[in-house]
């Protein structure tokens, strides 16, 4: 299948209809998850406010988790060895646990478990992911399904000039910084992460306003400051928007935004995430890089899996 | 005073005895905090472990928040817009408050309150922000204090390797990339905005093993790949020591380690803020940059406070 396929497979991913049932009065949410997988705990994390949601990126979970822990365990291949190591201490722990994968070793561990399609990349595979967090948690319907298929459309519509961008950055041989926003922080991560995996590039990522308080005083006297491509990955709205317009002017340098697309939560997440996606797949493409290959993190696996 | 004797004073600073007593039950601790001051509760969430902590920066704190939240609010200056925001949204919801501040308006709001010496920036007081964390969880006792000093002096002894691979940044005029690792991995972060306030140059922070599922891919392909320096911000032991070097194998880059100073986490704590910091002040010096100046963002507060 063509990366691109992958890409656009993300209108359809936002109906799977996958959802747990978790009975009984909880404390604490944990999901536990890497790379790819880690992003939709994250974007979750970010707009989930009922309780503390915790993602986890390690061999270990917090001492916490317990009885009282919705835990969740999100391994695209279902093989990833950090969240097989978090989800043993989980059941140890009694914590209610719930599975996200499409196959692999997980298959094999007790939970309430949701098999997502295996056709794509874990990281193209983030509409399985984040979808059934929402859905457990009541977070979508009907209506906002519809008006983030809308979002998503519009975005693709915005190739052109996302393709020009991307090829800008490739003949500057630039690295992207991104700015994350509310209502989703974590999707300047992902941003970065794709253009880590697909591009094969650099890129590094922080939020506002908390770049205000460190990096906007390196910026003026960076290295190489023309090296670097500032993007925000959302809509900068109030406080925000002053924010940004001030660190323009502080920095002298000017931010990409993707146009106000949508000012739903769930439908601005998925907007975000195609306008990623679509940089960091062009910018592989303008450098004659495959997107899909992703081969030193395979042969790490690999070396890790013979000691 | 010289921005070097403030470095220096962090070994005093880990006497600092201030200490809450948090009375009664609670579920959850929530941290609010900017910049230096939020690298505080960064890095006491890392290791403490008995309930869910969330580190918030940014205006807004979780909805969740109530009369089961340990609050604590860290300004250095007192004066942090985003964290009065989030203290006035706590005090409304019942939260148990806790201020940690030199001063400035946040006294005059209600709440338990540790007042710590404002002579220092706030970057250059994080003992003074950490240890009152550490302290009310019982987390230090004098062997530790003891072991943390002994550990601080050995980082302040590499002083002059330290300030050669400064000089190598420079030299190349190179980006920073740092890897953080147990036990704190937001360490990472400290170095790099470290990097930001000080040398006044842009850094990258990411953690392992996240790293190796995502920038992996990205280092051998990268734009400028040797204009790039690579560490760690600990010690790698186990299979974060075979990740480490299977990754420098495939990437064909080396990273820096500081040495093991101590196996301790308290001390490997501060002697990573040490050596990081030593870094940081000395790419600033070989750049003829004064590491005291953040004008870039006193100039954003002050327009912000004009609007």
């Known amino acids: 299948m063509r990366f691109?396929?992958?890409?656009?497979?993300?209108?359809?991913?936002i109906r799977f209809d996958g959802k747990f049932v978790p009975e009984g009065k909880y404390e604490n949410i944990v999901i536990c998850g890497m790379g790819g997988s880690a992003i939709?705990?994250?974007?979750?994390?970010?707009?989930?406010?009922?309780?503390?949601?915790?993602?986890t990126n390690d061999y270990r979970i917090p001492d916490y988790v317990g009885e009282n822990t919705l835990f969740f365990a999100v391994s695209h291949s279902g093989n990833t060895e950090e969240t097989l190591?978090?989800?043993?201490?989980?059941?140890?722990?009694?914590?209610?646990?719930?599975?996200?994968?499409s196959g692999g070793k997980i298959s094999r561990y007790p939970g309430n478990r949701i098999t997502i399609p295996g056709d794509?990349?874990?990281?193209?595979?983030?509409?399985?992911?984040?979808?059934?967090l929402?859905?457990?948690?009541?977070?979508?319907d009907d209506s906002v399904l519809h008006e983030t298929e809308i979002a998503i459309d519009r975005t693709f519509g915005m190739e052109d000039e996302i393709a020009e961008i991307a090829s800008g950055i490739v003949k500057g041989k630039k690295m992207p910084v991104i700015y994350g926003l509310p209502p989703s922080p974590s999707l300047a991560y992902?941003?970065?992460t794709q253009f880590n995996e697909n591009s094969k590039i650099l890129a590094h990522s922080s939020v506002l306003p908390e770049m205000n308080h460190n990096e906007l005083a390196a910026i003026p006297h960076a290295f190489q400051k023309d090296r670097f491509?500032?993007?925000v990955s959302g809509t900068p709205r109030g406080r925000y928007l002053d924010r940004l317009r001030i660190t323009?002017?502080?920095?002298?340098?000017?931010y990409h935004r993707p146009p106000e697309i949508s000012s739903g939560t769930v439908p601005e997440i998925f907007s975000s995430i195609v306008y990623g996606d679509l940089i960091s797949y062009h910018v592989a493409e303008a450098r004659g890089i495959d997107p899909r290959d992703v081969s030193a993190i395979t042969s790490l696996k690999e070396s890790l899996a013979r000691l």
Chains 1, 2 share one sequence.
């Open 4 to 13: 691109y396929d992958e890409i656009r497979s993300i209108g359809q991913q």
């Open 40 to 55: 939709a705990g994250m974007v979750f994390g970010d707009i989930y406010k009922g309780m503390p949601v915790t993602v």
């Open 85 to 101: 190591s978090g989800l043993d201490q989980a059941i140890a722990k009694k914590a209610k646990t719930f599975i996200i994968s």
């Open 120 to 132: 794509f990349q874990p990281r193209s595979s983030i509409g399985f992911m984040l979808m059934p």
């Open 248 to 254: 323009e002017e502080i920095t002298g340098c000017s």
């Open 229 to 231: 491509e500032f993007f």
């Open 134 to 140: 929402l859905r457990t948690f009541n977070m979508v």
């Open 190 to 192: 992902r941003w970065k």
